[in-house]
């Protein structure tokens, strides 16, 4: 049994590194994304890129405690979850650097739930708004650095990663 396990082991040892190069390096299959981003939130995201200028984004943020919504302020857990359209915008930079400059807007709806018994959950829609830089380290990973500002409730300020399919 312990033969059984060891080989195991060491053939995923062997096979992901592999796996993960021909991953990075391989062109995506479909025009969908994923990415989790990390800031003043932590955000999980996924994507449709309808074109290379253009995709439609939908998110989930959660908030530790923080801001001015429904006058809750520290008292309150906050969460968002948010649908854009999302501009990006390629740089034409010396020496071909992957950079691109990206807008968004959208509608968000926010909610605040009370850390005290008693205290009801309050909701918000509003509209979102966003952009940062996007450096594609290969065809399917990306980074981003951005500042996501929801109208009515709190800013994010980010650093993120994307995966593409």
Do not use: W
Not at 71 to 78: A, E, L
Not at 116 to 129: E, K, P, R
Not at 138 to 144: A, H, P, T, V, W
């Amino acid at each position: 049994m312990n033969k059984i396990i060891a080989i195991t082991l060491l053939s995923a040892a062997l096979v992901t590194p592999a796996f993960a190069a021909d991953f990075a390096t391989s062109t995506p299959a479909t025009p969908f994304y994923a990415g989790v981003q990390v800031g003043d939130g932590t955000t999980i995201l996924g994507g449709y890129q309808v074109d290379k200028m253009f995709a439609v984004e939908a998110d989930y943020t959660t908030y530790g405690g923080h801001g001015s919504f429904n006058n809750c302020g520290s008292y309150c857990d906050y969460s968002s979850l948010g649908v854009f359209g999302t501009a990006i915008f390629p740089l034409s930079l010396k020496g071909n650097i992957p950079l691109s400059v990206f807008g968004k807007v959208g509608i968000v709806r926010t909610t605040a739930t009370s850390r005290y018994t008693g205290y009801n959950t309050a909701t918000d829609t509003s509209i979102g708004l966003g952009g940062g830089v996007q450096y594609d380290f290969n065809k399917r990973i990306s980074g981003r650095l951005g500042l996501d500002i929801n109208t009515y409730y709190a800013n994010n300020l980010y650093i993120g990663a994307i995966f593409k399919f």
